[in-house]
């Protein structure tokens, strides 16, 4: 109680600058938040064209109906195969013209797909950087007539998000460094408006642990009201910036901030705790060696 009595105390006496401090950790922490949020849609956007990224092994036109069944269990069956699905000529005809349009699908109402194309199985990979082994192993299935891999593709797809992965964690991690210099520079002038009650009270016997246990916690306050007032704007701002990004990503999915809510808010208010007490300890440190 006492703790609690003395850093609010203290909080209070160093208004402004305890205003400029939330104003700044909110504002350190707001992009914080933001760059969480765009690394969890860049990875599910990543499984969305994963998940696209298919190796198509086309059927000779010569096997029965029997024989595309075996087809379709033994590539099934293959290492790496996340599933495999099986598309007869129809199939392949009808979802040919829909991609097309009802604009031009129309110049081919009078073939037959049968006629033009073959049937096949479209494999999903497990791994997308092993789809070269993948491919040679379907090939070699018995009526597969040939395997189209689109590798190219797929490499640029993990190199892509893999870079912005390690962008968003380098970032990430600036600004956590640059929020908990800030909370240390702001203790540090609670730190030494108090020096010569910390010094007595060393010499009166006070343990290091009694000493620091204020000044922790209002580094620890500081950082929550931070935390709580980027949450604030972040859930407010994320819905009407998702909205907006639908009209231009209508081919992918983003997450709303429902979804996102548990670990973004967790995450913001557990980095904001840990921010005020590390800034708090490392302020303190040097006026306890007395």
């Known amino acids: 109680m006492y703790s609690f009595k003395t850093a609010m105390s203290s909080l209070g006496r160093n208004a402004v600058m305890t205003a400029a401090s939330v104003v700044t950790i909110a504002c350190c922490l707001f992009l914080f938040g933001v760059f969480l949020l765009f690394a969890f849609n860049i990875n599910y956007i990543g499984e969305q064209i994963s998940s696209q990224c298919e190796i198509q092994a086309f059927i000779e036109d010569t096997v029965s109906s029997g024989g595309e069944e075996r087809i379709l269990k033994e590539i099934s069956a293959l290492p790496n195969v996340k599933y495999a699905e099986f598309e007869s000529k129809e199939q392949a005809f009808e979802n040919y013209k829909k991609e097309l349009g009802s604009e031009y699908s129309e110049n081919f109402s009078s073939l037959d797909g049968s006629d033009i194309l073959r049937s096949s199985v479209k494999i999903t990979p497990e791994d997308l950087t092993r789809t070269g082994e993948l491919e040679e192993a379907a090939a070699k299935v018995r009526g597969v007539a040939r395997v189209v891999n689109r590798e190219d593709i797929i490499r640029r797809v993990v190199s892509v998000t893999d870079v912005i992965k390690i962008g968003s964690l380098i970032a990430m991690l600036i600004l956590l460094i ?101 800034g708090s300890r490392t302020a303190i440190r040097r006026h306890l060696k007395v």
């Open 178 to 278: 640059t929020a908990v210099f800030i909370i240390q520079n702001t203790i540090k002038l609670s730190v030494h408006a108090r020096e010569d009650e910390i010094h007595i009270m060393k010499f009166v016997g006070a343990t290091d642990g009694f000493i620091r246990r204020p000044f922790v916690l209002e580094g620890v306050i500081v950082g929550i009201i931070g935390a709580m007032a980027a949450i604030i704007v972040i859930a407010f701002g994320y819905n009407a910036a998702v909205g907006q990004a639908a009209e231009f990503l209508d081919l992918f999915e983003l997450y709303s901030f429902s979804q996102l809510a548990i670990p973004v808010c967790g995450g913001l208010l557990l980095f904001g705790i840990i921010m005020g007490n590390v």
